[in-house]
């Protein structure tokens, strides 16, 4: 049971693309590929000090995925709640956490995002609720959130990124039913990168098409889009994010995409082979924009260079900031464990 192709099957039509190049702007648009440029040179440099050693514990990049999370906080804006799985250093970088307090915080130091307790998968902004370590552990504590909206009658949403694997979990069906039954403004995006942890989508989940198939079971819609494609992205997710502002009903999305390492980095994904590694990294998200870009006048090849160069010193800063950065005190340790008065 193939999950249907993302290359064949969700080209977003070239006309709509050029509308969407107009509507958004050349800063905007040069924006995102710049932030797309940060989070694949942060991981890049990331990856490279976790194999020296001076990262420890696991480490997820997110490398052939920017398009989709770049695209949301670009189309939904960063006012919003946000929840995600181990897999969570772009959206952290997207919603204002710095790369230094990233990179620190995966060296395990002090001045970290989380003070160097939380590592490469517990990462937090004001609105971040944090990475989750635990498969579908941010489901519910996203449906929370949308609960919290309604309550207080705000203007938001609550938006949840998951694995494909997380979709068998308990938490993901308990969390969906009650979103659908009292109706909260929430956003579940079921990032599927095909291989969950080494196994292929098709032997673990029985139905081909994540949310559309699952969806209907929760009296909600489901979408499915090309997590390769930006503008698809920027798209579907623009609309679907105004109608639950005015519904306040919670939506499933299923993005294709395929990421270009293992599961994590001590995983050498001898699963898939090389021929259909090729074939996924031929798909780069951050190239296909490039070359729409520069094919519609937005951007030089030069000017790429520039922008790539500057994502990549950043990265390398981050990582000298982290090596120079302190080590927690043990003394520290018992602080912040429970709320003060």
């Not at 989940?205 to 699952?214: N, Q």
């Not at 699963?271 to 951050?286: A, F, G, Q, T």
């Amino acid at each position: 049971m193939e999950p249907r192709s993302s290359k064949e099957r969700y080209k977003m039509d070239s006309e709509l693309q050029k509308k969407l190049m107009q509507s958004l702007g050349k800063d905007r648009l040069i924006d995102s590929l710049k932030k797309m440029l940060l989070i694949r040179n942060f991981e890049i440099r990331a990856e490279s000090a976790y194999q020296q050693g001076f990262i420890g514990g696991f480490f997820h990049s997110y490398m052939g995925q920017e398009a989709i999370q770049t695209a949301a906080v670009a189309a939904m804006g960063k006012e919003n709640w946000w929840a995600t799985s181990y897999r969570c250093h772009a959206l952290a970088l997207l919603l204002g956490a710095t790369p230094d307090e990233i990179m620190a915080e995966l060296y395990g130091r002090a001045n970290g995002n989380a003070k160097g307790r939380g590592g490469s998968m517990h990462l937090y902004t004001d609105r971040l609720l944090g990475g989750f370590g635990i498969v579908g552990g941010q489901i519910p504590i996203a449906t929370g959130a949308g609960f919290t909206i309604k309550y207080e009658e705000k203007k938001e949403a609550s938006i949840c990124f998951l694995g494909d694997g997380a979709v068998a979990q308990g938490s993901f069906h308990e969390s969906l039913n009650l979103a659908s039954l009292w109706k909260l403004p929430c956003i579940f995006v079921i990032e599927n990168n095909i291989w969950g942890m080494g196994t292929h989508i098709s032997r673990a989940i029985s139905v081909p098409r994540l949310a559309e198939d699952k969806a209907a079971s929760f009296g909600m819609e489901g979408f499915t889009l090309n997590g390769m494609d930006f503008f698809e992205c920027y798209e579907a997710f623009s609309t679907i994010y105004q109608n639950v502002l005015k519904t306040s009903k919670p939506v499933l999305i299923e993005v294709i995409t395929e990421r270009f390492r293992g599961h994590s980095i001590s995983d050498p994904g001898l699963y898939r082979s090389k021929e259909d590694l090729k074939v996924c990294m031929e798909r780069d998200p951050i190239l296909m924009f490039r070359d729409l870009l520069e094919e519609n006048g937005i951007l030089t090849e030069d000017h790429y260079k520039e922008l790539d160069h500057e994502a990549k010193e950043i990265a390398k800063s981050a990582m000298k900031y982290a090596e120079e950065s302190p080590w927690p005190s043990p003394i520290t340790l018992e602080e912040d464990v429970f709320k003060e008065n």
